[in-house]
């Protein structure tokens, strides 16, 4: 036979709860539609539960002296299927149109309803001392110059309105994009017509599309470019590193040297990697190093875990790994990302001296020249020798970095790769 | 010939009565010769007898007597003697007339005429401009007319609407707005109209503010800066696909209202155009509106108090400059 | 029943001796009693945790309600509040509507859109109360009005209120309206003694209700509520009245409350001297008394009655048990009945 749950009725508008006094009926008792059969006390006053239909009581869950929330099963009654039916949905029946005809005079509605329309010195002086004033110098006074705090920038060339960047989005522009656009609008902004001049000017010009790793990297450079870069430069001398690395087997390249040299010297200065974001400088807990690659059409930089922790000869299998993949664009997210500082190799397009950018989520890039042979002055001997010499240059966010900590950092480098036996 | 803004309201007062045997104007001091408070009854009440009824002083039973009424299959017309003495009817307006519908499907037709705004010297009872509180109950239509042409054709239209019309006319409008005669062509109830189109900045109003609105627009023009000037004509509904429109075309949005500050009509239309049209904007949304105080009796006050040509000038200034 | 008939039964009853039962008596008894069968069974229902919302009843009030109801015709208007099951009924609203509102039945008259004893259908004459008492005092009036107007003739309108609801402004507003209009109005002042909790101490200071009758231009009566003889006879009377143009009618009775202001209400602050009150006395065990004594019916045949409307009363409650429920997506969510003026606050609706 069905079972029909026994509620806890919401009795008063605001009532949540409500705690059993009494329980009148065990199950097997056979209880009549209405009958009282719990009694409970809310705020307002001590009420009886009755039943939902007839039936014999199945079960009781509840307990005197409990508290049960509105809508709780109390218990069931054990209903004949006639009673049970009633809780039984019927097939939904349209609400209708129009109210019920039953009540007199509905359908006679029309006929009383519109008529036709024809067509279609005195002790009320002001005392001025009484009347309310704002006390000179009080710490209530409102700051007049109406001015929020706003970071400087918001508005001129740095700001595009919701408009601009609306049609921005549309056409997958970024600010940098726009770079080439001299505002017309208020303070150099650029205007929605600036904008689309610069888009009509640009039509029709030789175009492709950009590869992906094309676009991420310009998206990673770009989003690198928002903070103030600065870079710094210095001489080394390769030669105990060439000299070093003819005796070792596998032969770890000059690059890696170099890496070894800067994940040991971030070990001693540990803040110059530090990233600034908001009010914070943040530090990481290991000291891993990335490594950009050249990749067709794009730059990959996959990173060497605790560098500062693992010898030269131990890193040498793993930086030849991790630079084949690379090149084979094979590389897993987990294998570039983390890194706090990188190295740049541009000496390898037989470059001498650059500028690179850091990551756009680290502070510090290390950059080395290629080498060549220069004539370096001996003074024990009085004369001129040959030595490899190469450029090593570090750029920095000088947010988190002046000149001189670059400069302490980058001399440490230097004479870290001028002891090559003890990387 | 020239008419008056409240003249066009008595026209189509007695033209409705004329064409329609449903409409009956019902409110304090109407009928015989005085013709109300404003005279926007003036002699109908003569040339339609028994159609002009005075009331005793109680604006809670007037409007429930016109929900009856209108329940009942006819058309009355409410005229509140100000507009700030329907807060005594608000029950009325507000729980019975607008939930009548929703709650029995019975439609409830019924016209309360509210005259509206400011006027020199009429001080804290005698100027409220209440749409904003009408327009945030469900159920009934809010009507703002701010020209001679609209005051004839909206409250006609009004009349004829199946649902509560709280139609707001403006009292300073009532003489100092005149037209050659009335029109002979409308636009439909819940349309905005651009009153004069621009490309620089809209200014979205209504009621008398279209007026001021007009008056900086123009003065604008001569710098070589064309605003655009939208009149929402109906508060709610709310035309928002044509304030959208406006500001597509200008990027820029004032909103100016009479009403006090804190809520009301022109954050509603701020409200719009940010969720909807944030992607349409160049400078944030302003909105400039009568101060948060009860409204001041003095005229050096009371030109403060509410928003005026000068403050709307420095208010469309700002916006053009962000 | 034919007006001229109706008229004529409510001379009589002005005339007939006290002993005599007014035509009606039994016909009254009989939704009397349904109304009280149909209110303890929504009570039920209500402790049963089957009722969303409040139930109000009518308990002490039904010989007062069902002779507001049961002279009313078609063309009348009728402004029930709170307490009016009987004379709801005697007006003609069917029991299934009652039980549809309740139960929030989307087949009832308000959809689920309103609850309990805020249906109506305006149409019928009978008007969907909103909560704030004396609003629709007006509103009668304005139909009345209208139905003037309109050329109509012999309709009336009535209006119940209590002790309490007779001190608000609205009410004040529309009786006085009544009058200056000089409408066909009725209106039943029950002074059942507590406004929800608060005694008549603290409700108003007059010796009695009825003495306002004068004050606003209209003729007034008093009745014992729980005497559904007097009932009849009295508001009998005045509606008569009202019918044959005499100005608006204020008829004040006075009855006992005999539930909570509503059923989630213990009325634990009626005192016990109130209780003793004659004003206290049960109206339909009087009713029922009188039937016995003038034998009109005997037991068997109460028993009987008893039994049809119990049958009656158990068939509009399980149709309405078994009805969907509205469903908040397919909702009209619409307040104006002109579309295209709908107000649409965002472009995603």
């Not at chain 1, 009010?279 to 000291?287: D, P």
């Not at chain 2, 200008?250 to 409200?271: D, Q, S």
């Amino acid at each position: 036979m069905p079972k029909i749950p026994i509620t806890m009725p919401q009795l008063g508008e605001s009532m949540a709860e409500a705690t059993i006094v009494a329980i009148k009926v065990q199950p097997g008792d056979k209880v009549s539609a209405d009958q009282e059969i719990i009694e409970v006390e809310t705020d307002k006053a001590v009420m009886g539960v009755t039943t939902p239909c007839a039936g014999e009581i199945a079960k009781i869950d509840a307990e005197v002296k409990g508290t049960y929330a509105v809508g709780a099963v109390l218990g069931y009654v054990e209903a004949s299927e006639a009673d049970a039916a009633r809780f039984q949905k019927r097939a939904p029946e349209p609400p209708k149109g129009d109210v019920a005809k039953e009540v007199p005079g509905r359908e006679e509605e029309s006929a009383t309803a519109v008529k036709t329309q024809n067509g279609s010195g005195s002790h009320f002086q002001v005392d001025e001392t009484a009347l309310p004033q704002v006390a000179a110098g009080s710490h209530f006074q409102v700051d007049q110059s109406g001015v929020l705090p706003v970071p400087a920038g918001t508005k001129g060339a740095g700001y595009f309105s919701p408009r601009v960047r609306a049609r921005m989005t549309e056409l997958q522009l970024t600010q940098a994009d726009l770079a080439g656009i001299a505002g017309s609008g208020n303070a150099g902004r650029v205007t929605i017509k600036d904008l689309e001049n610069f888009l009509g000017g640009i039509e029709g010009q030789p175009a492709e599309k950009p590869s992906a790793i094309r676009t991420g990297v310009a998206d990673a450079m770009r989003r690198s470019w928002t903070r103030p870069l600065a870079t710094v430069g210095l001489s080394v001398c390769l030669d105990p590193v060439l000299q070093d690395r003819a005796k070792r087997d596998p032969k770890p390249g000059p690059a890696l040297y170099a890496l070894r040299a800067l994940a040991l010297a971030l070990a001693e200065q540990p803040n110059a990697a530090a990233r600034l974001i908001g009010g914070r400088a943040i530090r990481s807990e290991s000291i891993d190093i990335g490594v950009a690659v050249e990749a067709q059409d794009g730059i990959m930089v996959p990173v060497i875990r605790n560098a500062d922790k693992t010898s030269l000869a131990d890193l040498t299998g793993r930086y030849t790994e991790l630079v084949d993949l690379a090149r084979r664009r094979r590389l897993t997210g987990d294998m570039t990302s983390g890194g706090i500082a990188s190295i740049s190799n541009f000496g390898t397009f037989g470059l001498e001296w650059g500028t690179p950018i850091p990551l756009p989520d680290q502070t510090l890039l290390l950059g080395l020249g290629m080498g060549k042979k220069v004539p370096a002055w001996d003074e024990s001997r009085g004369g001129f020798v040959p030595r490899t010499e190469a450029q090593v240059t570090l750029s920095f966010d000088h947010r988190s970095l002046d000149g001189g900590g670059a400069g302490r950092l980058l001399k440490r480098i230097v004479e870290l790769l001028g002891e090559p036996a003890k990387l | 010939m020239s008419v008056t803004y409240l003249e066009a309201i008595r026209e189509a007062q007695a033209k409705l009565l004329r064409e329609d045997d449903r409409v009956f104007i019902y409110g304090q001091d109407i009928a015989g010769k005085f013709g109300g408070a404003f005279k926007a009854t003036k002699g109908l009440a003569e040339q339609f007898p028994g159609r002009v009824l005075n009331t005793p002083i109680s604006e809670d039973a007037m409007v429930g007597t016109a929900i009856g009424a209108a329940m009942e299959g006819m058309r009355p017309i409410v005229e509140m003697q100000f507009a700030d003495f329907s807060s005594i009817a608000l029950n009325q307006i507000l729980n019975n007339a607008g939930t009548q519908f929703w709650r029995t499907q019975t439609p409830c037709p019924i016209t309360v005429r509210l005259p509206s705004g400011g006027t020199k010297g009429s001080g804290p009872f005698h100027s409220q401009s209440m749409e904003g509180i009408y327009s945030h109950y469900p159920g009934l239509v809010v009507l703002t007319p701010a020209t001679v042409e609209d005051a004839y054709t909206m409250l006609i239209d009004a009349v004829a609407i199946d649902d509560p019309v709280i139609y707001c006319e403006h009292k300073y409008l009532y003489y100092h707005l005149k037209a050659d005669a009335l029109p002979t062509e409308k636009l439909p109830i819940g349309k905005a109209r651009v009153v004069r189109p621009g490309r620089d900045l809209s200014i979205v109003t209504n009621s008398a503010m279209v007026h001021e609105a007009l008056a900086v627009a123009q003065q604008f023009s001569a710098e070589g800066i064309e605003i655009e000037v939208v009149d929402l004509r109906s508060v709610k509904p709310l035309d928002t696909d044509t304030v959208l429109a406006s500001v597509a075309r200008t990027g820029r949005l004032l909103c100016v209202g009479e009403a006090f500050p804190w809520g009301g009509v022109t954050a509603e239309v701020i409200a719009r155009v940010a969720s909807e049209g944030f992607h349409l904007l160049d400078a944030a949304p302003a909105r400039i509106n009568a101060k948060d105080t009860p409204i001041p009796y003095h005229p050096n006050l009371w030109s403060e108090h509410r928003p005026n040509a000068k403050t709307i000038a420095a208010k469309a200034r700002q916006v053009l400059q962000e | 029943m034919a007006k001229s008939e109706m008229l004529q039964t409510a001379e009589r009853g002005a005339s007939i001796s006290k002993k005599a039962p007014h035509e009606k008596y039994l016909e009254a008894f009989r939704i009397m009693l349904q109304t009280r069968i149909f209110e303890e069974k929504l009570a039920s229902l209500y402790r049963g945790g089957l009722i969303t919302g409040g139930v109000y009843l009518g308990k002490g009030q039904e010989a007062v309600s069902v002779a507001c109801g049961i002279f009313l015709q078609k063309g009348d208007v009728f402004a029930p509040l709170i307490r009016d099951q009987a004379g709801r009924s005697a007006f003609g609203e069917p029991l299934i509507d009652v039980a549809r509102t309740y139960l929030g039945s989307r087949s009832g008259p308000m959809r689920g859109r309103d609850g309990n004893i805020h249906r109506g259908c305006p149409k019928a004459g009978q008007l969907a109360m909103i909560s704030h008492l004396g609003a629709m005092v007006s509103v009668v009036v304005g139909k009345l009005m209208a139905k003037r107007m309109k050329g109509e003739k012999g309709f009336i309108g009535l209006t119940t209120i209590g002790e309490g609801g007779m001190q608000t402004g609205a009410t004040h507003e529309g009786m006085n309206i009544a009058a200056v209009e000089h409408v066909p109005l009725v209106m039943v002042a029950t002074n059942n003694h507590y406004a929800y909790s608060t005694p008549n101490d603290r409700q108003f200071a007059c010796a009695d209700l009825v003495d306002r009758a004068k004050g606003y231009g209209y003729e007034g009566s008093s009745v014992d509520g729980t005497d559904l003889a007097q009932c009849l006879e009295v508001i009998g009377a005045a509606v008569k009245r009202a019918r044959a143009g005499r100005p608006p009618q204020l008829v004040v009775t006075s009855t006992l409350r005999l539930a909570g202001h509503g059923e989630h209400d213990d009325a634990s602050y009626v005192t016990e001297d109130i209780r003793r009150e004659p004003f206290a006395k049960d109206a339909l065990q009087r009713t029922e008394q009188f039937i016995l004594e003038h034998e009109l019916l005997d037991r068997a045949g109460l028993q009987q009655i008893r039994a049809e409307i119990t049958a009656e009363v158990d068939e509009a409650v399980s149709t309405a048990q078994q009805e969907d429920a509205p469903v908040g997506s397919e909702e009209d969510w619409c307040a104006v009945s002109t579309r295209a003026l709908a107000d649409r606050p965002s472009l995603a609706e």
